[in-house]
């Protein structure tokens, strides 16, 4: 029996000037664009795709409001529909949190898919190296979440580094948001890029990079969620399942769909 760390005293805000004030998430986003920005650009010097450098740059903003917009309506949609239909005006209240990995996500397919077709790009090329990028992202901000203290994990007392976060009580916790930061940033983003650097069939295999994020995100989410404190408004669906757990199926099913799709790009052609 673990009586738990104390949580570290780590302000959220990293420096404030009367109303301005920045904070360690918003941080986490912008680093995380500009640095999926940054390698993605040296992945597309190096495939020499139809995804250039200079559209690259033109999709970044293109990326950042899919990022925003689907992230903010993902959560208003998936976590907290009924509280957000009766009071419609807190939707664009979004200092005070309620992003969804999964309506960011979304959000970004859908402007990847405009951005293709109107730039004439080979959507899934362009999959390829997004997804890549992706967990650096994705690693910044689940540091951001153990910063701020919020999505925490369930009780435990078995494990000697369980936590006791401000807002989860007397009991020792999972620090769940650093297992999320280890599989869905650093882990996943060394098996993508390990692949698409070194290993020449998989990045000349369209699709299949992209169907792997999907199932190793999908797979490493749905089994991180059993540490993970469900939503206090949501609890627990269908008895067992999560809200998290739920959006990782179709995800993974994705996932398989690109990969067993992906060799002789059924999907779609070449270069739409």
């Known amino acids: ?6 949580f570290p005293e780590i302000n959220p805000v990293l420096f404030q000037w009367g109303w301005f004030a920045v904070r360690w998430y918003s941080l986490a986003y912008i680093f995380g664009i500009l640095g999926a920005w940054w390698l993605a650009r040296l992945m597309s010097k190096k495939s020499s795709s139809t995804f250039t450098v200079l559209k690259i ?15 903010r309506l993902g959560y208003c949609l998936f976590y907290n529909l009924r509280y957000y239909s009766e009071f419609p ?55 951001a979440n153990f910063i701020n203290g919020e999505l925490f994990g369930r009780i435990t007392h ?15 916790r999972h620090p769940s948001q650093l297992y999320e930061a280890g599989v869905e940033g650093i882990l996943i983003f060394l098996i993508l890029n390990t692949l698409w650097w070194f ?36 609890g627990l669906i269908w008895h067992s399942f999560s809200m998290g757990q739920i959006l990782c199926i179709p995800m993974i099913l994705l996932g398989l769909f690109f990969i067993l799709f992906s060799k002789k790009n059924l999907i779609f052609h070449q270069e739409i």
């Not at 029996?1 to 104390?6: D, H, T």
């Not at 740059?57 to 992230?71: E, K, Q, R, V």
């Open 158 to 172: 078995s494990i000697p580094w369980a936590m006791i976060f401000p807002d989860g009580g007397p009991e020792p």
């Open 57 to 71: 740059d033109d999709f970044l903003i293109w990326g950042t409001i899919g990022i925003i917009l689907g992230g």
């Open 1 to 6: 029996m673990y009586s738990g760390i104390p």
């Open 199 to 234: 290993v020449p069939a998989i990045r000349n295999r369209r699709g299949t990079t992209t169907g792997l994020f999907f199932i190793l995100y999908g797979v490493g989410r749905f089994f991180l969620e059993y540490t993970r404190e469900p939503d206090a408004h949501l």
């Open 89 to 143: 005006l807190q939707i664009f209240q979004v200092w005070q949190g309620g992003m969804s990995f999964h309506g960011g996500l979304l959000g970004v397919m859908i402007a990847a898919l405009l951005f293709s077709w109107k730039r004439q790009i080979s959507l899934l090329t362009m999959g390829d190296i997004l997804v890549c990028v992706a967990p650096i992202g994705l690693f910044l901000g689940r540091l």
